[in-house]
DNA sequence: TTAATTGTTCAAGTTAACTTGAGGTCAAGC
DNA sequence: GCTTGACCTCAAGTTAACTTGAACAATTAA
């Protein structure tokens, strides 16, 4: 092999992340990091396959704590295979499913707001309280309007 | 009309916003009040809907800012009537349908790495160059991995 | 061998979107 | 007319996800 391990600069080429970012992800635990006698980081091939689904899962919408929980199912001591990355991307795959669901719904629920009119009626709820929780905040937030002067 | 005017209590239990958040958004600029003499605030019963669409916005992942941009096509002078709703409310939903394709596309990309083994492959990118902005970050993220040990 | 490049730590800064707290005012009910 | 609850401002704190800078060590290329 040309290279057993990559240095820090070298993952960054290779998956974008600017080293301090890959310095972060491993003080919150995202990725690990061997050490030479001297203390610099080496990184093992398979980190950036490791570093690139987090970048997928950030960019999908995935808090890096949701991210850790979502590779601690990868195995510790061994470099992940195939398969552990298939079970992984799955369950990966069923979280963009949901959002796309919900996505679908909110939808709905736009055009039901734009054609029906019911922008002005007590009846329109473009939140309804039965939905998944939301991204961000807290509380109850669920009316689209009330009866308007207009 | 038995309230011509609201006060930020009234607007919040109406929105489910803390009082907290609507003073934050007056100051961003997503509302404006109307001061009594004493120099408390006041709103319009339209400015729920207002803030209710800030709402819906936001948990589909606009930024304050963004929101800020959409609700600029509302008219400022007068009380936003059903058609000015509806326009405004037609974007959001050429965004929301965007996130829809973006999504699914990237459903597919993941349906393929775990169909066919890609994710071993060189020529696997989850990211590929001609995406669409990402949502938050800067500089190129394209290879889900490359060839590993395993 | 020496200079340039790349790496290290640690503290502090940044942005978004708010919340919290202090200290004070206004409005409504009794 | 006074107390209570709602409201005001302004400064500072909070969380996520990083970046920037200072001061220094290790590696590599000429």
């Not at 950036?48 to 950030?58: E, G, M, P």
């Not at 195939?82 to 629920?109: G, H, M, N, P």
């Not at 019911?118 to 309280?129: E, G, T």
């Amino acid at each position: 092999m040309a290279h057993p391990v990559l240095t820090i600069g070298q993952i960054s080429t290779r998956t974008g992340l600017a080293p301090s970012a890959i310095r972060f992800y491993e003080e919150v635990g995202l990725v690990r990091a061997i050490r030479t006698e001297a203390g610099q980081r080496r990184f093992r091939r398979s980190d950036i396959r490791r570093l690139s689904f987090v970048i997928a899962a950030q960019g999908f919408g995935l808090t890096l704590g949701e991210i850790r929980e979502m590779l601690s199912k990868l195995p510790d001591e061994r470099t992940p295979t195939k398969s552990d990355w298939t079970r992984i991307s799955r369950r990966f795959r069923a979280r963009v499913d949901d959002e796309i669901t919900r996505l679908q719904s909110l939808r709905d629920r736009l055009d039901g707001c734009i054609g029906c009119g019911c922008l002005s009626l007590k009846s329109c709820r473009l939140y309804n309280p039965d939905d998944t929780a939301a991204t961000r905040g807290s509380g109850p937030r669920y009316v689209m309007g009330d009866n308007p002067e207009t």
